[in-house]
């Protein structure tokens, strides 16, 4: 059964950092990972998906990386601002789970200005 | 994209709710998640060429719908106060053998009960 897990589960950070947020599944039997962003009571934002066959995915300022054999994603952020702030949650559309997203729990993070 | 309707409901527990979604054009998959507050979403059903083709651990209560014209309901009978979350639904183009390009999510319908 696939679990994805998501660390760190908060993050406070200054404006300008760069920043990686993890995400880790335990069956490297994936179609594709994707990440999300959600701002408070709001719907899901899709950030960039990556398929089994990619390493790697950027859009602006975001860098999503896919390590399929060590069953590990990362998404890199570079130079972050109180905008980004938000939580950040990655979900696999593993093979045998007939098309279901399985979700990690989300980090939390905030951008101090 | 992807649209929601109502954006809130509120119901007596015991009821009766439909849920509406439009799903993007093009796309041929619809899901519908539960997200309880600070949780990440659980998946209810998904509906592939309007039969459902995959189910969450949801009682029958949780039905739904897929029409031919890109839009879809999900209902929920006999209400109860543990069914207050946030409803998303998620469009997605079907590949084969459960690939697809990635989840178009809509902003959710916020019901409480």
């Known amino acids: 059964k696939q679990e994805v897990t998501q660390i760190p589960a908060a993050l406070s950070v200054p404006e300008g950092e760069n920043l990686v947020l993890n995400c880790s599944f335990t069956d490297s039997a994936i179609y594709n990972l994707q990440w999300f962003r959600q701002d408070p009571g709001k719907g899901l934002t899709s950030l960039l998906l990556i398929q089994s066959s990619q390493r790697e995915q950027t859009s602006g300022r975001l860098n999503a990386s896919l390590d399929k054999s060590s069953g590990r994603s990362t998404l890199y952020i570079a130079a972050s601002q109180p905008g980004d702030s938000a939580t950040y949650l990655c979900?696999?559309?593993?093979?045998?789970?007939?098309?279901?997203?399985?979700w990690g729990a989300g980090t939390k993070l905030i951008i101090k200005p | 994209g992807v649209t929601q309707s109502p954006t809130h409901l509120i119901k007596t527990r015991g009821q009766q709710v439909t849920l509406r979604c439009s799903s993007q054009s093009g796309h041929n998959t619809v899901s519908w998640y539960q997200q309880a507050l600070g949780q990440g979403p659980q998946f209810i059903f998904q509906y592939y060429r309007e039969e459902e083709n995959g189910r969450g651990n949801f009682p029958p209560r949780f039905s739904g719908l897929q029409f031919p014209n890109d839009s879809s309901e999900l209902n929920v009978n006999a209400l109860e106060l543990d069914d207050s979350a946030l409803y998303l639904c998620?469009?997605?183009?079907?590949?084969?053998?459960?690939?697809?390009?990635?989840?178009?999510f809509g902003s959710g319908t916020r019901l409480t009960v």
């Open positions: 979900a696999v559309n593993s093979q045998g789970s007939n098309y279901q997203l399985i």
């Open positions: 998620a469009s997605s183009l079907a590949l084969g053998q459960g690939v697809t390009n990635g989840y178009t």
